[in-house]
């Protein structure tokens, strides 16, 4: 899909607020629909996930009870279920260098962050059901096209 860049945003979460959380409730309060952003800073807490492919489910593999680095907090925003939704992925450091990664969970607690979110503008991104990974991925233009389109003729059928 080629997209134009739309509205950019810069500032910052508060201590105590939940990462992810932060991040959505940005994007919800200025009605960014579809974009990339990307957050560094430090946190009091982390927890991050990771798919498992073949039992298709989300683990949280890593929780940590510590502060840490945000080294490079990365993703994306986009509609699932109608509702603005956001996919991050994470490098957190500790005070050696480790950094440990993955998935952006709930549970992570802001010490310091600072934002940056570019708004995409264009046809709305949305994430289905993917049956091949069990994932809820963006939808092509022409699988949605196809869906409109079968939509359409369920519509027309109904009307009989
Ligand atoms: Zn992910």
Redesign the pocket.
């Known amino acids: 899909m080629e997209t134009s860049e739309g509205r950019s945003f810069i500032g910052r979460f508060k201590k105590g607020e939940d990462l992810l959380a932060a991040i959505t409730e940005m994007c919800r309060t200025n009605r960014v629909k579809k974009g990339v952003f990307s957050v560094i800073g430090a946190v009091s807490s982390a927890k991050m996930?990771y798919?498992r492919q073949k039992e298709r489910e989300y683990i949280e593999c890593v929780s940590l009870e510590r502060i840490l680095e945000i080294v490079s907090c990365t993703?994306n925003i986009s509609l699932r279920k109608g509702d603005i939704f956001v996919?991050?992925?994470v490098t957190f450091a500790d005070h050696e260098g480790s950094c440990y990664g993955?998935?952006?969970m709930p549970g992570a607690a802001v010490f310091a962050a600072e934002y940056y979110v570019k708004e995409l503008k264009g046809a709305d991104l949305v994430r289905q059901h993917d049956p091949a990974t069990g994932l809820e991925l963006w939808q092509e233009e022409g699988e949605i096209e196809a869906r409109e389109t079968k939509d359409e003729g369920r519509r027309t059928m109904d009307d009989v």
């Open positions: 996930g798919y993703g996919h991050a992925h993955g998935h952006l």
